[in-house]
């Protein structure tokens, strides 16, 4: 059975009960819900390969074969020699302290990303955060996801940095704070030059919890120029933040990388 055709099984069951069917039979596993064990006993189909991959979404090679990140700048997560501060770094320091990227945005991960994105493949989010988990060296107070502009929000239906955020702050055991929120909507940053970007979103953030005295992951699906994130560190600065790392699946790499 297809990640999509168990989805669509998977609600049918949540939805029997209201069609007079049967309760369910007392499960066989004390503790272990009915689709706990529905989901063992249909095997995953890898989401790029198809090939049976157990519980996860991607089979094992599929999973080795995802586009990582070698040594990197800690700043701006590009790469860089024995993950030593890069020199556009050293010159002009990001807003942030440190910034964590999962993967390198590259295939097959973008096409992951985009479905994720786009066409509500929320059910990657855990892949996601479960990789960003495994790169947290220092844990912040909070984590705190990018907000989305509210009208892109109402559009999609979902923020895709709050999805990852979710399952990454519970990995870690750490608290989820909904410490931002867009001052305006601003518009789609692709297509638009880096100066336009970082005109385009300055201000566009103000801190709507308190975050004086914290230490702040912030996160989001992709870096590339940087500019949102720029601005969403620079209100959590501006409102008292004592340290502001980036946390992000993925990392747009230079086009010479
Ligand atoms: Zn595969
Ligand atoms: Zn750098």
Redesign the pocket.
Known sequence: MSNVWRVKFDNWRSLAPRFGTRPAAASPRPGVSPRALLHDALPQL??????P?GRRL??A???RALPRLGPACPHCALPAIAGDPCPQCLRRPPPWTQALAAFAYAYPLDRLLHAFKYRGALAYAPLFAEALARQVRDRPDAVVAVPLAARRQRERGYNQALEIARPLAHDLGLPLHTALARTRDTQPLAGLSWRLRGASVRGAFVAVAPVRGLSVALVDDVLTTGATLRAATLALLAAGATRVDVWVVARTLPPSS
């Open positions: 890898c989401a790029l390969c198809s090939a991959c991607l089979c090679a599929c999973e």
